[in-house]
T-cell receptor, first 112, second 114 residues
Framework: AQSVSQHNHHVILSEAASLELGCNYSYGGTVNLFWYVQYPGQHLQLLLKYFSGDPLVKGIKGFEAEFIKSKFSFNLRKPSVQWSDTAEYFCAVYTGRRALTFGSGTRLQVQP | EPEVTQTPSHQVTQMGQEVILRCVPISNHLYFYWYRQILGQKVEFLVSFYNNEISEKSEIFDDQFSVERPDGSNFTLKIRSTKLEDSAMYFC????????????FGPGTRLLVL
C-alpha cells in the first residue's frame, strides 16, 4: 500500500528564513502529488499540485515544490517565510486507489 | 469561489448515539469523500462516493458507517452507534470530474463522543 512520509514534524523559523519541508512517498506507479495547508482554525486548502509536466510547480503565496521521481520526493519550498505562513502543511498522494493518502503533517511556526 | 461546506462545526454526543454529519459539496462536482483526523494523527480516508454509490472505502468504514446523498446538494455521513474512538475531525471533500483531480475540502466537523 502507498504511504507518505513527512520527516519534519515541527519546524520553527524566523521571518525571512528559507523553508524546505520534506515529503517522500512509496508507490511505484503514476501519482498525483499535493501539498495542502491548514491555517489555525481553518480547513485544508490546496497549496499546489503536480500531475505531469514540469516537475517544478509553483503554488499560491510564493510556495513551490519539486517532484523528483527517482527519489520519490515532492519537497515544498519557500525562499522567505512570513509570520502568516504559520500553519500545518500536509503532503498527499493520489495513486488511483484509496483516494488521497496523507502524510502526518508538519507544523510550521514562524517567529516575527 | 465555490467552497465545500459542512455542518455542524462541532458535535458532542453520548457513546452509542447516532450522529449525522452533513456536507454540501461544490455544485458541479461528481466525486465526494469523507476523511477523518483523530487528534494528533494523520488525515485518513474513509469513503469515496460517485454516481450515488460507494466507489471505495477503507478498513475504518465498517458497518457502523454509512453515506448518503439524500438530495441534489447534500452528502451525509452517518455513524449509527458512536464509540469513544470515533472522536475526531471529519472532513468532507469533493472533486470535479474524476478522483484523479484535486479534492477540495470542507472546514470539518469536530465530533466528540463522551
Amino acid at each position: 500500500a502507498q504511504s507518505v512520509s513527512q520527516h519534519n514534524h515541527h519546524v520553527i523559523l524566523s521571518e525571512a528564513a528559507s523553508l524546505e519541508l520534506g515529503c517522500n512517498y512509496s508507490y511505484g506507479g503514476t501519482v498525483n502529488l499535493f501539498w495542502y495547508v491548514q491555517y489555525p482554525g481553518q480547513h485544508l486548502q490546496l497549496l499546489l499540485k503536480y500531475f505531469s509536466g514540469d516537475p517544478l510547480v509553483k503554488g499560491i503565496k510564493g510556495f513551490e515544490a519539486e517532484f523528483i521521481k527517482s527519489k520519490f520526493s515532492f519537497n515544498l519550498r519557500k525562499p522567505s517565510v512570513q509570520w502568516s505562513d504559520t500553519a500545518e502543511y500536509f503532503c498527499a498522494v493520489y495513486t488511483g486507489r484509496r483516494a488521497l493518502t496523507f502524510g502526518s503533517g508538519t507544523r510550521l511556526q514562524v517567529q516575527p | 469561489e465555490p467552497e465545500v461546506t459542512q455542518t455542524p462545526s462541532h458535535q458532542v454526543t453520548q457513546m452509542g448515539q447516532e450522529v449525522i454529519l452533513r456536507c454540501v459539496p461544490i455544485s458541479n462536482h461528481l466525486y465526494f469523500y469523507w476523511y477523518r483526523q483523530i487528534l494528533g494523527q494523520k488525515v485518513e480516508f474513509l469513503v469515496s462516493f460517485y454516481n450515488n454509490e460507494i466507489s471505495e472505502k477503507s478498513e475504518i468504514f465498517d458497518d457502523q458507517f454509512s453515506v448518503e446523498r439524500p438530495d441534489g446538494s447534500n452528502f451525509t455521513l452517518k455513524i449509527r452507534s458512536t464509540k469513544l474512538e470515533d472522536s475526531a475531525m471529519y472532513f468532507c471533500a469533493s472533486s470535479e470530474q474524476s478522483s484523479w483531480e484535486t479534492q477540495y475540502f470542507g472546514p470539518g466537523t469536530r465530533l466528540l463522543v463522551l
